[in-house]
Every structure is written in structure tokens, then in C-alpha cells.
């Protein structure tokens, strides 16, 4: 449980000061001494000498992103791979974070430890250190926590740079995250730096909208999508899904939020057959499917088209925060 | 006001994605074109050659930051000069920034344009862009705004590194902020450039919690501060409030909290007449008063000292998150 009743329980009891130890105890190795952790006005690092620094932020909601049957070392750990899913997608190595807590004083000192504990496991599993913070207070019972990651790559790799006629690949499967995979979920990081070294992938975006929504981004002007709908790679939580949605596999596979699957194209004359050969070397549990490519419309960007039938396929929107 | 009830007045008659247009369309020039500024999965930055990275991060929250009685604008120039204190009080130069919304879905869509003209301006104003970001849902009626600011600093000037012996010297006048100081201050940020050269100044902070509880944070192991009572720049707004609060106003001046002014040291040897010379030189408009001295305890970290009776100064708190 996110609250407490009991004051001798919550962060009430310690208040700002004595939490902010009590932090940096949980955090362990992931916090480093002081100024280049937490401790100063500001974290400081040594810049990078080469390539391009990334910089993302994610937020994750009580109410929202998580509730109380999600027990708090995977709310932490779902925090931090939001954002490395980010730089996955651009192909980067992450590097170093900063971390906003907005809480109120009726949250459990117990809950927290598990949050922080979730947080340094999967700090330490990707190398990254938590440098720095802000603590603030919310009307109870609130609980939401910013994440700020800053990582490196050499050749980032951009949304905006596919182009016609280059085949689209989707790693893993698509639809039903809300079942489990929403925090269970592997950033795609290996297989996004993989694929940021080959001249061959001209764009990459990770999936955190639903495909209908997010590949839009990928596609350039006066473009659209054949997509190959029976090669769509279905999860088995959205086929459960839509035995009671009343929606078909197909909608949840194209508008669920939060698969935090690669999304990403390639050069129309890849060898097709060599590249998911040497993918499947590579990456032998990470699943590869060829789901269609991007063709010239000669007008403005255009729809998704079913590639059989030439129709367009209605599955275009996705999780829109905001909408009532 | 931060919310309506008119639906087609709030952020949900526009969800996230025109949101997101309409805060491209607001920030202007403050939003460089993708992938350096909004648009892909992380934003994408030319590394440092050379110096420190700085990294901070603070959160405005309405109730608690701010209410219906400070126009937008100010809500978000506050914000951004929340975070830019902190790379001022390590001597540095803000760069880029990154901002997490998160919001209900009733927040009205001129409040929000408010709130961006607010950022834009100041952004502008401290040459910082405006790179990236991420929108969440919170409940009914709810805002807080995260924002994470890079910078950077050839040397960064530490808190940790006053020696005894230092004088301590604090700019501005301090307490009473919530008369209108907490969003009407301007950052010290030349000031903290100018002293970062100096290798007279040891080290340097900014008070957001209040003078009572930054100080410590200055004291090296075994020192106590000895403080010049009859010198504290006590501020008109901190003697106005001593006036019904039933507290001395000496105690509104160590205890307030979001000051945002600077608290540094400087070497014993300092010749302190030319240093306010020079200063008063420099910064004309920017008070400059030397509150005391670090003196040995021969034992653990020590009190604060009223340097003209010896005895212990009570206010050694200031402002808290959480404890309630």
C-alpha cells in the first residue's frame, strides 16, 4: 500500500532531511559521493568528450501508471525503464539521472524503501547512477516521481530520417500490456545500439503509444504504410483481451499503450533474409517481424493500407494522456 | 485560475497531441527544431568538450509553489528560475531543459498558455533552450510542472570546501519570500559566475531553505559558524511579518525559506574591503554583507554563535517538505 494511517510510518515521521539519508542508504553504490551524487545544488559530472549527449524524462502516476496491487520495487523499476526505453530507441547508452519525487506525508516509509530498492536494482542492471533529486509535497494520497536520464550516443538514431520504400520491423509482440507487460517489460537497449551502428536502419522510435499511433512519426511527407496485417505480431495478452474487449486482437495490437517494443525501418535494399539471420544470432528471445514498408503517396502523408487489400486500416489512434 | 469547468476551455478538449503542438507553437524559439528540441525519444545534444556538467532538478506544485493568485506567467518564469539558482550557486551557465507536465485533465488551456509565455520569456531571458518533455494525467484539480536544467561550469564552486577561518557572506536581504520574493527574485547568476573565478571563494550554495538550515551544509567537520547578529540583512518584507507572526524578525531571516539568494566563503586572508570594492563595482544593485566567520570546535560540527555574547543562536530549522 502506497499510504498509511499509522504518522510513526509515514515520511511524515521523518520529514524532508531524514529522508533524504534514508535515500541515499537505499540508493547505495547507485549514488555517487557527492558533488558527482546528491548533496549539492547541482549534480556534476565530467562531459563527454565525444558524440551527442540524450536527455529524456518520464513520469509515472499513482492512480495512473500504477496502483496498490503493484508492489513497489516494480513501480521503481518501471520508472527507470520508461526512460531507458527512450534511449534504446535512439540507440544510446544511458548514463546518469536525477529523480523528482511528489509525494504526500502519508506515504509509507515501507512503500518507499521498496520504490528506492526497485530504483537501485534496476539502476545497477544498466549502469546508470542516480546523481541528484528534489523532494516535494502533494495533497494525500498522492504519489508521482520524474525521471531525468542523460545518456550518449554516437550516431543517434533519428524518428524522421526512414524513407520510401524502406521495410518497417517491430521487435517483440504488440497490445495488452495493461495484463502485466506494462512493467514487466526488457528495454530493447543491446538491440536499439545493435541496430544504431547499421547504415541500413534509417529510423527508430520505441512504442509506448501503440503502433497506431506511434508509427505515424516514422513515416516521412507524402508517405504511408502497407503493412502486412497477418504478419502483426499479436501478444497473447491482447488475443485474452479481446475475448471480453469486444474489440478485435488486432485493435488492441495497433491501439494499447506501453509495449515498449522497437519500432524501426530499413534501407528497401537490405537483405532481408541476412539481417534477420544475423538478428537472430544475435538476439535469439528478442522476436523480429517484418511488418510492412513505406510507399510514396505523391500527395501528403497518408494512411496505413492493408497490403493485401489495398484498404486502409482504421486502428490509426493510440493512449492520449489528457483526453476525457 | 488554474482550472474550468467549460470543457471545451480545457487541456482535455485538446488531449495530449495538440497539447503538445500548441506548446511547440508557445515556447517559440525557446524550443529548437528536433531532434536538439521536441519531436523524438529523447532530445539530442552536441556534448561538452570541455568542463562540468551540471545537473538539477526542482518541481513547482499548485497548493503548495503556487495558487490562484499568481498569474501563470509568474508560475512559470518561477520555475525556471527555481532551477537556474541552483547552477548559479555552483558558479555555472544554464543550457538546456527538459520539463515533465503533469495535470488535470480540467487545466484550462489559457492558464497553460500563460504558464509557457511565463517559461518562454524566461528561457529567453537566461538563453536556456527548451529541448524536450513528457505529459501525464493526474486528478482533478492538480499541476505540477518538473524541470530538469544541464549546465555547465569550468570549475564548479562546491559546498563543501570552506576551510576555517572563512568569512561567510551572503547577498541580498533576507526572509518574509512569501510576501512575494518566493517568485519575484531574480537568480544571482552573474554573481555566482563572477565568484566562481575567485579562488578566494571556497565555496558557495544557494538559500532555499532558509539561512537557519542551509548554513550547516557550508560548515566543514568540527567548525561552528560565528555570526555577526547585529549584520543580518533582514529583508522589509521579514520585518513586516514579525510584526503579527509573534516571531523576531531575526528568526523570519534564518528560518524563511526561498531566499534564492547566494551563501558562500571566503579565504581568512581575503582583504574584505577591496573584495566589497570590487564587488560593489560589479554588482551595484546586489547587496553584499559579511555575516560572520567558520571557527574551530576541536570537536563535531557545531552550533551557529552569536559572535558578540558567545551563546547559541535558536534558529537553526527552516523549511521542511513533508513534515507535518
Known amino acids: 500500500m502506497l499510504a498509511t494511517k499509522t504518522r510513526t510510518q509515514s515520511v511524515a515521521h521523518l520529514g ?165 507487460k506494462h512493467y514487466q517489460f526488457e528495454p530493447r537497449l543491446s538491440e536499439g545500439q545493435w541496430l544504431a551502428k547499421s547504415p541500413e536502419c534509417h529510423a527508430m522510435m520505441d512504442l509506448s503509444d501503440g503502433l497506431g499511433k506511434d508509427l505515424n512519426a516514422l513515416l516521412p511527407e507524402n508517405t504511408m504504410a502497407d503493412l502486412f496485417l497477418d504478419q502483426i505480431p499479436v501478444s497473447e495478452a491482447a488475443k485474452k483481451l479481446a475475448h471480453t474487449s469486444g474489440l478485435e486482437e488486432l485493435e488492441h495490437a495497433f491501439c494499447d499503450g506501453e509495449d515498449y517494443e522497437l519500432l524501426f525501418t530499413m534501407d528497401a535494399q537490405t537483405d532481408k533474409t541476412e539481417f534477420e539471420k544475423s538478428w537472430q544470432n544475435k538476439f535469439p528471445n528478442t522476436q523480429l517481424t517484418c511488418i510492412g514498408s513505406i510507399q510514396n503517396t505523391g500527395v501528403e502523408k497518408g494512411p496505413y493500407l492493408d497490403a493485401k487489400t489495398g484498404k486502409p486500416i482504421p486502428w490509426v489512434y493510440g493512449f492520449e494522456h489528457l483526453k476525457t
Chains 1, 2 share one sequence.
Open 16 to 180: 524532508e532531511s531524514a529522508l533524504i539519508e534514508q535515500i541515499k542508504f537505499w540508493l547505495g553504490p547507485v549514488n555517487p559521493p557527492s558533488p558527482q551524487g546528491i548533496g549539492d545544488d547541482c549534480a556534476v559530472s565530467v562531459a563527454l568528450k565525444e558524440g551527442n549527449q540524450l536527455t529524456t524524462t518520464d513520469a509515472i502516476n499513482y492512480g495512473y501508471h500504477f496502483d496498490d496491487s503493484m508492489n513497489p520495487e516494480n513501480v521503481g523499476a518501471k520508472l527507470i525503464k520508461r526512460n531507458v526505453s527512450d534511449i534504446a530507441a535512439m540507440g544510446g547508452t544511458p548514463e546518469s539521472a536525477v529523480l523528482a519525487l511528489l509525494c504526500s506525508s502519508d506515504v509509507s516509509i515501507d512503500w518507499l524503501k521498496g520504490f528506492f530498492l526497485g530504483i537501485r536494482d534496476t539502476c545497477e542492471r544498466y549502469s546508470i547512477s542516480l546523481v541528484g533529486g528534489d523532494i516535494s509535497t502533494l495533497k494525500a494520497t498522492s504519489f508521482s516521481a520524474v525521471l531525468t536520464l542523460n545518456g550518449y550516443a554516437e550516431e543517434p538514431k533519428l524518428r524522421t530520417s526512414s524513407r520510401v520504400g524502406d521495410f518497417i520491423y517491430t521487435t517483440g509482440t504488440l497490445g495488452g500490456s495493461i495484463l502485466g
